[in-house]
């Protein structure tokens, strides 16, 4: 598979985020270590959680502009609040990202594309999961997975296998602390996208995206 530099794929990264008006925060920005503290409490409140695992790895979206999506953050028991407070601090849908993602340059390709998923949803109100995501494991397992796929399409661009992409997204669902029922769910969708790759090598247009993206850095796939 195809390397990408981590400073093209940051410079990728934040062309995409500011057409969708997104802003873009890095894993060394005090606001992100907030979000994630914040997030591990969440999840630990639920059941047991890898604090060091999610520190080091996990991405979030907030939303932060008004609307729908950032009412329904401020009321998650307990944490709403807070998470209220940052993420409208931000004025803008905000994507917090982890180290992981920003020390690989495809990695973290596949990251933005994955995240701006729940940007969409974010934007058109969709968000009304947003009271249980960080805590109802099959709420996670329904609005993680579509967006797995968008991080497949960028691997197989690259040069991936397309069956090893899914086998690793599938692994990666081990850091959402899903139940079996959700798990399976999260799974059927995963296959449902590599099939989709393997006889169309797209899912939704995300293809084009990223070959003209990686042209504009002098990069052909």
Partial sequence: MK?????????????????????????????RKAV????????????????????AGTTVTLPGAPGPALALLGIIPVLGPALLALAA???????????AAVADGVLLLRTVWHELGHVG?????????????????????????????AGMVVAVVLGADVDQVAADAKRSLQGYALDEPARALA???IDSVRETLRATG????????????????????
């Fill in 89 to 99: 601090g931000a004025g803008r849908t905000t994507i917090y990202l982890s180290p």
């Fill in 202 to 221: 797209d899912l939704g247009g995300i293809r084009a995206e990223v070959v003209a993206e990686l042209a504009a850095e002098g990069i052909a796939v």
């Fill in 3 to 31: 390397t990408i530099d981590p400073a093209t794929a940051l410079r990728i990264a934040r062309r995409l985020c500011d057409r969708a008006g997104v802003a873009l925060i890095l894993p060394t920005d005090l606001r």
């Fill in 187 to 189: 799974e059927g969708i």
């Fill in 36 to 55: 994630i503290e914040l997030v591990i409490l969440a999840r630990d409140a639920v059941g047991e959680v890898d604090a060091k695992a999610v520190r």
């Fill in 121 to 149: 949803s974010i934007a058109k109100g969709r968000l009304g999961w947003c009271f249980a995501y960080l805590i109802a494991a099959e709420v996670r397992a329904g609005g993680e997975a579509p967006c797995f796929g």
